[in-house]
């Protein structure tokens, strides 16, 4: 069984930065590719960003790219996203993610990849 817990959401002005932390327990999954989803209200969820087993790769979704960086720390079994720049449009429930099993290196953009999820946690961007 493996959990993911986040930290790292929370209320900040346009223009401000976060950091948001997921942190895994359980199983190692340190081989596994990883990512970062977000669901604002009315709206389906998106991808944000994506990075494979040991970080030498990374993706990012058109809307963040240039002000969000993904990266994660193996020894803690720990994924990052570096949030800068946000705009009232970022506001969302971002959600963490770890995909499982045989040939899950591979940073990949849909969600139907994903095995493991975390238990999603708000950022709220004010105008």
């Known amino acids: 069984q493996v959990q993911l817990v986040q930290s790292g959401g929370g209320l900040v002005q346009t223009g401000g930065s976060r950091r948001l932390s997921c942190v895994a327990s359980?199983?190692?999954?340190?081989?596994?590719?990883m990512a970062w989803f977000r669901q604002a209200p009315g709206k389906a969820r998106e991808f944000v960003s994506a990075?494979?087993?040991?970080?030498?790769?990374?993706l990012y979704a058109v809307p963040v790219q240039g002000r969000f960086t993904v990266s994660r720390e193996h020894d803690k079994s720990t994924l990052f996203l570096q949030m800068n720049s946000l705009k009232p449009e970022d506001t969302a429930v971002y959600y963490c993610?770890?995909?499982?099993?045989?040939?899950?290196?591979?940073?990949?953009?849909?969600?139907?990849?994903?095995?493991?999820w975390g238990q999603g946690t708000q950022v709220t961007v004010s105008s």
């Open positions: 993610a770890a995909r499982w099993g045989e040939n899950t290196a591979g940073a990949v953009i849909y969600d139907s990849e994903y095995t493991y």
């Open positions: 359980g199983r190692t999954f340190s081989g596994n590719a």
């Open positions: 990075i494979n087993w040991n970080g030498g790769t990374t």
